[in-house]
């Protein structure tokens, strides 16, 4: 059997999970623990993140001519893909902030939903908060006026209805003088 029909599988692989990818990030995991390795691996798995490490060569193969050849450029030294098919901007998150705590981790660069970002850029890219965090922030800006209509409501009802509402922004508005009115002549 060729070195070529053992390496084609593994170039099948890495092309079957970036075919549908948001993003696709590289990381250099040289310097950390097994500890901390098992740990990354763990909460990337959480999030739904396939974590690989895959020779760059065979790497190359399976980008070429894909929206992720951008990379081919970064794959130098041990590397290690965290690709992602539903959150875009899962891996650089999660990296981002695990790296804070394993400072051994570098995010060299990645491709999220097309473009290519290198390691500033991907920084920015993991303080954009999670589809389900922008969802609920969203949610709560909708949901204040609502409560706040809701509580004047209340305040209403237990004053005594609308008869109470009627005075009380009567009360509340300053009263109009009616215009003096001029002798006829």
Do not use: C, W
């Amino acid at each position: 059997m060729a070195k070529v029909e053992l390496k084609q599988p593994i170039v099948q692989e890495i092309s079957e999970h970036i075919k549908d990818a948001q993003s696709v990030v590289v990381v250099n995991y040289r310097g950390l623990t097994v500890a901390e390795d098992t740990e990354l691996r763990k909460q990337l798995r959480e999030a739904g993140v396939v974590y690989k490490v895959y020779k760059n060569t065979l790497v190359n193969f399976a980008i070429k001519g894909t929206d992720f050849e951008s990379l081919a450029e970064t794959l130098e030294g041990p590397n290690a893909l965290a690709i992602s098919t539903t959150d875009a901007t899962a891996p650089a998150r999660i990296l981002s902030k695990f790296a804070k705590t394993a400072p051994a981790l570098e995010i060299k660069a990645g491709v999220v939903e097309g473009t290519f970002y290198d390691a500033k850029g991907m920084a920015a890219i993991a303080a954009v908060p999670s589809r389900e965090e922008l969802l609920s922030k969203f949610l709560g800006s909708i949901q204040s006026p609502i409560t706040n209509f809701a509580r004047v409501l209340n305040q209403i009802a237990e004053k005594g209805g609308a008869g109470a509402a009627e005075e009380t922004v009567a009360e509340a508005a300053p009263a109009e003088e009616a215009p003096a009115e001029t002798p006829a002549e």
